[in-house]
């Protein structure tokens, strides 16, 4: 497992014999939170979009909407 996701299973998860629902679904938004933080991060590296990453997110931010 990557070590981030790692780090948020150990964080949300209390028992390995009993998963938690509030926890699984902890772990589930912060995965999706770490996964786009680094699209994110990535998409503002590339050459043909902006490299300012606030508004690469808000961006990102006005189309969830």
Known sequence: MIPKLQEIYDKN???NFILDKD???L???KSYELG???VLKW???MDYLSDNI???INEWNNKKS
């Open 36 to 38: 786009s933080e680094e």
């Open 13 to 15: 998860i209390n028992n």
């Open 27 to 29: 772990c589930m938004e």
């Open 54 to 56: 606030d508004y690469i």
């Open 43 to 45: 998409l503002s590296k």
């Open 23 to 25: 926890g699984v679904r």
